[in-house]
Every structure is written in structure tokens, then in C-alpha cells.
Nanobody, 115 residues
């Protein structure tokens, strides 16, 4: 059984920063692409950033220059550094990972940005 557990969410003022982590555990042979998505109240889940096993990254236009995705393959962990946070970044942030040809999701971490 594969599990993804996010951590690092919380409440922050506009302009502040947070760092999210997502640790993958369980029966794992190989973790391929990993990514972060978010879902705000009343909105659909949207892509935030992705990273390949080799470290190639891609970002939603709304977060480019403010968020940074990274990963530690030895720890089976992906990170999301969130800087210059704005109230519109408030959402539940979900981790997604491709593990052994299947996709898995975490349960989410709440990020709330106050104005």
C-alpha cells in the first residue's frame, strides 16, 4: 500500500511564506513524476507545479516566480516552497505522485492566506 502524507500547511499573512512537504511511503519500486495541485472553495482542483524524476519542472502561470517545487529522491519526498503568498492562494494543496505506473494522491494540506 502506498501512502502520500502532506505537511507544512497553515495560516499566513499576505506576503508570507510556507513550505509544504509530501512524503511517499509503502511498497515502492520507482517514483516518477510528482506534483502539487490545489483546490479552493467552490472551484475545481488545478495544477500548481510538477517535477520529473530528473528534476524538470513546470508551473501554473499564476505561481511562476513565487512557488518552487523540488524533490529528494532518496527520501521519496516532494516539496513546494510558497513565497509572496496572496489571499487567492488560499486552498487545500494536494500532492500527487506516479508510483510504479499508478497515480496516488495525498489527503491535502490547508493553506490559508489572510489579507
Amino acid at each position: 500500500q502506498v501512502q502520500l502524507v502532506e505537511s507544512g500547511g497553515g495560516l499566513v499573512q499576505a506576503g508570507g511564506s510556507l513550505r509544504l512537504s509530501c512524503a511517499v511511503s509503502g511498497s515502492i519500486f520507482s517514483i516518477n513524476d510528482m506534483g502539487w495541485y490545489r483546490q479552493a472553495p467552490g472551484k475545481q482542483r488545478e495544477l500548481v507545479a510538477t517535477i520529473t524524476r530528473r528534476g524538470s519542472t513546470d508551473y501554473a502561470d499564476s505561481v511562476k516566480g513565487r512557488f518552487t517545487i523540488s524533490r529528494d529522491n532518496a527520501k521519496n519526498t516532494v516539496y513546494l516552497q510558497l513565497n509572496s503568498l496572496q489571499p487567492e492562494d488560499t486552498a487545500v494543496y494536494y500532492c500527487k505522485a506516479g508510483v510504479d505506473s499508478r497515480w496516488y494522491w495525498g489527503r491535502g494540506a490547508q493553506v490559508t492566506v489572510s489579507s
